[in-house]
Structures are given as structure tokens and as C-alpha cells.
């Protein structure tokens, strides 16, 4: 029987399978601690009421040994999770030696450098958990509102965010790239399906070492056809506050594990604030930040303007040089972009970045140009402005730097099974 499982089985006799989480022993009695990755239970054996061989067993255990537990379920509150095993039998796997994550405390390097065996923790797994649970709400919301999953591929020719990121990759002779975004196939797609979502790992050479920045990520792509900046800004919004809400519903536990003060996340509804990319910089010159019209925002930007506000604070209209080629310009001032960036409350930082694509043929060849972008990788992409082009939004959100803020993390390295960083690629 799994052990999340067990509060159900009250007076009955059970075989848990597990690992050895800790041991504590008082006279006669052993307790020890087993988790099966679903949850822990406290298992009771107390020398007068097994034999002589179990008990000798249940002294010699060690921390993730594996093993079969036989006993009785009991309500006791003192318990963690208010239930335990009166032990009867246990049947050893195998008794480990030397696991090099003890209870006390580690460095990260050691910790980062053990994440396969990291994960076994309670807080490692109480935020994976969440991360499962996260990325379900994202599905459920694109599909519950009738978006059809389109997956685009992760080898490509073409560079989508800038080319001094990219993960070059021989492919037969000829050069690709690791996605950076699946936004230049998502929009043929939008074309075909009319709402469309991507949903998959991406990639980027971040050579810079930050608590938000991995070289590979999991990011989820709407793109809707004939919506504008406006509609989409409230798409995302909604989808926000859906996927927080979700979680605060279906990971209470993992959330307590992890300590997490929820009532940061209870605010999180929709509409969020917005303000212009002007109007931000007029903020952050009031907090104090030498800052100028035309600077890009660095995550010191981002900071001092997500702590101005609860929520998610929603910044559009950007200088059109600081955004990527494919964005449509404002047509009240061309110097702007209709692109928004959402920012995570709490320091957290950019969490989506999308808007309104450039739908013109002539100004997307003029941006590729202007960009010193090979026209000839981007021929598919601008077949879309040739053939029934329509206005068309989308954006990105990223899985991790999402998680993080959930979480509250110090550190999106936690928020995915195995990290991919500068300097980071093992285990
Ligand atoms: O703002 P970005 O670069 O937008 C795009 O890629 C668009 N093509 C998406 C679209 O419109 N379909 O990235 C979107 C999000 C960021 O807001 C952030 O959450 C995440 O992707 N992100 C990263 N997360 C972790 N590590 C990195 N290096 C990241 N770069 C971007
Ligand atoms: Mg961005």
C-alpha cells in the first residue's frame, strides 16, 4: 500500500514498501521513519511484540535502506501525518551504507552535485510535486478553453529571441539550433487551429550566472488568432491566476512542507496592475534607480518594480529596441513595441513575456533585415504573412522562474528536477 494511502486503512494490517528515512530508538522501542516518495510514516516496533530477529533488524536500519514493512495501521497524533505502523515484520531489500545525504546540514555544490539521490528529501520532493501539479493547471486551462496542443520541434534553423543565445547543433552537415521559444511555429499553427499552445523544454546559452536564469527551460506557448495585445494581456492574466489558484488547492501539503506563506498567493486574481514601460521608469527613477528611456530592465529593474505591488505586475509598450524583430509596433508612436512582460510579486522578476505580432510582410522582411537575421531561414515563417495573414498574440511563461515564486525559492535551480546551468550539467 502507498503511504499517503494509509489513513484510509485504520486497524488494518499492511505492507508499505519504502526506504528508510530516519530511525530513533527509546528503550525498547524503534521507530523508524519510512517514506515510498507518496509520503512518510512512523513505524512502531517495540521488542515485547515482535521477535528477536525483527527487532535486531529494526536497530541495525540505516538511513534509504529499502525494504517491506508488515504492520498495523493506528490513529496516533502524535504521529507525522497522525497515523502509524505497529510494526510486525520487515523484509530488507537491501541495507545501504554510506548514503551521502545525511540528515544534517549540506552545501549546495554537494547537494546540487547529489540531485538524483537530493530528490529523496521532503522539501526537494514537495516542490516537485508542485511542479507536476503546476504544469497540469497549465494544460487544463489551455485545453478547458479549447486550445489545441500543437508541439513544435526543438531543432530548428532559425534564431526566435536573439542570437547570441543559441545552442548550435550539427545536423548532418548543416547548422540548427536548440529552440530558444516554439512562438515561430506557434503562429502557422494559430493559422491552422486558431488557438494553439506549445508546450516543451527550451534553450538558451545564458553565460550569465543568475537565480533566474537556466539554459534549459520549460516554457508554455499560447498563440491566438485574431486577438490583439489587449486580449492577450487578459489571457494571461486569467492564466495566472487559474494555475496559483490550483495550486493552493491541490498542494496544501507540499506547501506546508515547504513553508510557504500562502496568503501572498491568495491575492493573486485577476485583473493584475498595468503600467507602461514610461510609466515604469518614471517609477523606478521616483524609488531612487538611475535609469533612462530606451534602457532595457535588468532583474534590479524588475525587483523595485514587482515590490511596488501584490500582484503580478503587468508592463507593455516597451521601446521597440529592446523587444525582439517579429513584435508589431504601436501605431500611435512607432518607437513603440506591443509586447508586455508580466513580473512575479515578491523580487521574483519576468515570468511572460509575450504581445502582438507583426502581421505586415513588408515591415516583418524590412525587421528581419534591420535585425541581420538570413532572410532565407525565416521564408516558412513568413509565409504566414503571405498567405491569409491575420493579427495574431501570444506568450511565453516560464515553468521555472513561475515555480519559484511559488514556492518562494531562493534559486530556480530547485525548481526543476535536473538543472541545466553555466558550469551545470551533471548529474
Ligand atoms: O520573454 P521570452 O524570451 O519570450 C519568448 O520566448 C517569446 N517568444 C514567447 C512567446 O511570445 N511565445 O521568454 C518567455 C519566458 C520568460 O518570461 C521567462 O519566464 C522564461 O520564458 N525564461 C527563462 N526561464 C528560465 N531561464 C531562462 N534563461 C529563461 N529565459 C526566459
Ligand atoms: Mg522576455
Not at 538511513?63 to 502524535?78: A, P
Not at 523484509?91 to 552535485?113: A, V
Not at 514601460?277 to 525587483?303: C, H, M, R, S
Not at 507593455?316 to 508586455?340: I, N, T, V, W
Request: aromatic share 10%; proline share 5%; charged share 30%.
Amino acid at each position: 500500500m502507498l503511504i499517503k494511502d494509509i489513513q484510509n486503512a485504520e486497524g488494518k494490517t499492511v505492507t508499505i514498501a519504502g526506504w528508510v528515512y530516519n530511525t530513533r530508538s527509546s528503550g525498547k522501542i524503534r521507530f523508524i521513519l519510512v517514506r515510498d516518495g507518496t509520503g512518510i510514516v512512523q513505524c512502531v516496533f517495540s521488542q515485547k511484540d515482535v521477535s528477536q530477529q525483527v527487532f535486531e533488524l529494526a536497530d541495525k536500519l540505516t538511513q534509504e535502506s529499502s525494504l517491506y514493512i508488515t504492520g498495523t495501521v493506528k490513529k496516533e497524533d502524535k504521529a507525522p501525518g497522525g497515523f502509524e505502523l505497529v510494526g510486525q515484520d520487515i523484509k530488507l531489500i537491501q541495507m545501504t551504507e554510506n548514503y551521502p545525504i545525511s540528515p544534517k546540514e549540506h552545501g549546495t555544490d554537494f547537494l546540487m552535485g547529489h540531485r538524483h539521490l537530493w530528490l529523496r528529501s521532503r522539501r526537494q520532493n514537495a516542490i516537485i510535486i508542485i511542479r507536476s501539479q503546476l504544469i497540469k493547471a497549465m494544460r487544463d486551462f489551455f485545453d478547458n478553453q479549447g486550445f489545441i496542443l500543437v508541439d513544435t520541434p526543438i531543432l530548428t534553423p532559425a534564431a526566435v529571441e536573439g542570437t547570441t543565445t543559441l545552442f548550435e547543433v550539427e545536423y548532418f552537415g548543416e547548422k540548427t539550433y536548440l529552440t530558444q521559444s516554439g512562438q515561430l511555429y506557434n503562429e502557422p499553427d494559430a493559422a491552422a487551429f486558431n488557438k494553439v499552445y506549445c508546450f516543451g523544454p527550451t534553450f538558451r546559452a545564458e553565460k550569465s550566472k543568475t537565480r533566474r536564469h537556466l539554459t534549459e527551460f520549460w516554457m508554455i506557448e499560447p498563440e491566438v488568432a485574431f486577438a490583439d495585445l489587449n486580449d492577450i494581456i487578459i489571457l494571461a492574466e486569467d492564466f495566472i491566476s487559474y494555475i496559483v489558484e490550483r495550486v493552493l488547492s491541490k498542494c496544501q501539503e507540499q506547501l506546508k512542507v515547504i513553508e510557504r506563506d500562502i496568503s501572498k498567493l491568495e491575492k493573486i486574481t485577476a485583473p493584475f496592475p498595468r503600467i507602461t514601460y514610461t510609466e515604469a521608469i518614471e517609477q523606478l527613477k521616483k524609488a531612487g534607480k538611475p535609469v533612462k528611456w530606451g534602457d532595457d530592465f535588468g532583474a534590479d529593474e524588475e525587483t523595485v518594480l514587482s515590490n511596488l505591488y501584490e500582484k503580478p505586475l503587468v508592463i507593455h509598450r516597451y521601446p521597440a529596441e529592446c523587444k525582439a524583430f517579429y513584435m508589431k509596433r504601436d501605431q500611435d508612436d512607432d518607437k513603440l513595441a506591443l509586447g508586455a512582460d508580466i513580473l512575479a510579486p515578491e523580487g521574483y522578476g519576468e515570468i511572460v513575456g509575450g504581445g502582438q505580432r507583426e502581421d505586415d510582410l513588408k515591415t516583418l522582411e524590412k525587421r528581419i533585415q534591420e535585425y541581420k537575421l538570413p532572410k532565407q531561414a525565416f521564408e516558412w515563417y513568413l509565409d504566414v504573412r503571405r498567405y491569409g495573414t491575420f493579427p495574431h498574440s501570444g506568450f511565453g511563461l516560464g515553468v521555472e522562474r513561475t515555480l519559484a515564486w511559488i514556492c518562494s525559492l531562493p534559486h530556480v535551480r530547485e525548481t526543476i528536477p535536473y538543472p541545466r546551468m553555466l558550469e551545470k550539467v551533471y548529474p
